[in-house]
């Protein structure tokens, strides 16, 4: 049902590269989030938007940047990547109606890993 | 701030058996719960959820319990099955922050044959 797509599904790289996850959806929804998630810990939120070109930064601060310039794609940049960037990032969309209220639904993660 | 608390990483049930999890929240804002389940290398799936005006909403083999005077939830599945292996989250929401969700550190259910 959900088609929410993510690439890389994973990425090593070395200090100080730029790289950009992918994040598209097909569902046509406004909604989108960035999750930033390490290993036995929660989920954090660290970018969402409600709309083309609304960005806004979520709970947890990230340097990493998003942009919104289609309703289906939500890219996440990091300009310089760092070791402490390592962590699997997730990407989710959402449309309230008929639906439970926050129901998200996911992409299959991006997996990064810095050297 | 961890406002959403599951404070049992891990658990192992026998197939057939009850799996009852945990989840406590400290935002007496919150309302609306939700559980997730996540296999490996994918990404969370809804499982459930439950309105703060209710105190129990079952789908299935899937149960969901709210105790809102302790701050409290619980997931209940009967029978656990071999494919209920995975983590599961729990997550909150409540209206004035737009329903943004906050997260559990998870639990890992094993079923075991």
């Known amino acids: 049902e959900a088609d929410i797509y993510q690439t890389p599904r994973y990425l090593v790289i070395g200090t100080g590269k730029k790289i950009t996850l992918e994040c598209s959806q097909t569902?046509?929804?406004?909604?989108m989030y960035w999750y930033q998630q390490d290993p036995g810990m929660e989920l954090h939120l660290i970018h969402y938007?409600?709309?083309?070109?609304?960005?806004e930064k979520g709970d947890l601060s990230s340097e990493s940047t998003v942009s919104r310039i289609r309703t289906e794609h939500f890219p996440l940049t990091l300009e310089s990547a760092r070791p402490s960037h390592t962590s699997q990032y997730l990407c989710?969309?959402?449309?309230?109606?008929?639906?439970?209220?926050?129901?998200?639904?996911f992409g299959e993660g991006s997996r990064l890993t810095v050297l | 701030d961890q406002q959403v608390k599951q404070n049992s990483p891990s658990l192992s049930v026998q197939e057939g058996r009850i799996s009852i999890l945990n989840c406590d929240y400290t935002n007496s804002m919150f309302d609306y719960f939700l559980w997730y389940k996540k296999y490996p290398a994918e990404g969370p799936t809804f499982l459930i959820s439950i309105s703060s005006i209710k105190d129990k909403n079952e789908d299935g083999r899937f149960t969901v319990f709210l105790n809102k005077s302790a701050k409290h939830l619980s997931l209940h599945i009967v029978p656990s099955q071999p494919g209920d292996s995975a983590v599961y989250f729990c997550a909150a929401s409540d209206r004035s922050n737009d329903y943004k969700l906050s997260f559990g550190a998870g639990t890992t259910v094993t079923v075991r044959a």
């Open positions: 989710a969309s959402s449309e309230s109606r008929d639906r439970a209220p926050g129901e998200l639904f």
């Open positions: 569902m046509g929804h406004d909604k």
């Open positions: 938007s409600y709309g083309v070109n609304s960005t």
